[in-house]
């Protein structure tokens, strides 16, 4: 069992930076992949980055590539979501997520515990 607490987001213009975080509780959070989802209005909820058990794996999507970075810190207990160049098309809710796995997957079904979620808006 994990609980998820996302925080970091806001409001910002296009171009700027934000980092968001993910504290987790539990003490098998080391044993868990982590991953970053969002979800648009009127969209379908979207893969955004994975993270595996040790950290030193990471999956994106192609759309955030070399400008998204996903981390983790195990002994903090916390995953963060590092975004640059941001884009208006990266406005969304953004939510982190636990797997009851080593590894991360793309697919939100794969994904046990959820965060309740944090807005990012990223004006023109």
């Known amino acids: 069992q994990v609980q998820l607490v996302e925080s970091g987001g806001g409001l910002v213009q296009a171009g700027d930076s934000l980092r968001l975080s993910c504290a987790a509780s539990?003490?098998?959070?080391?044993?868990?992949?982590m991953g970053w989802f969002r979800q648009a209005p009127g969209k379908e909820r979207e893969f955004v980055a994975a993270?595996?058990?040790?950290?030193?794996?990471?999956l994106y999507v192609d759309s955030v590539k070399g400008r998204f970075t996903i981390s983790r810190d195990n002994a903090k207990k916390t995953v963060y979501l590092q975004m640059t160049s941001l884009k208006p098309e990266d406005t969304a809710v953004y939510y982190c997520a636990a797997a009851d796995s080593l590894y991360g997957s793309r697919r939100s079904n794969d994904y046990n515990y959820w965060g309740q979620g944090t807005q990012v808006t990223v004006s023109s």
């Open positions: 993270i595996n058990w040790t950290g030193r794996t990471t």
């Open positions: 539990g003490r098998t959070f080391s044993m868990y992949a």
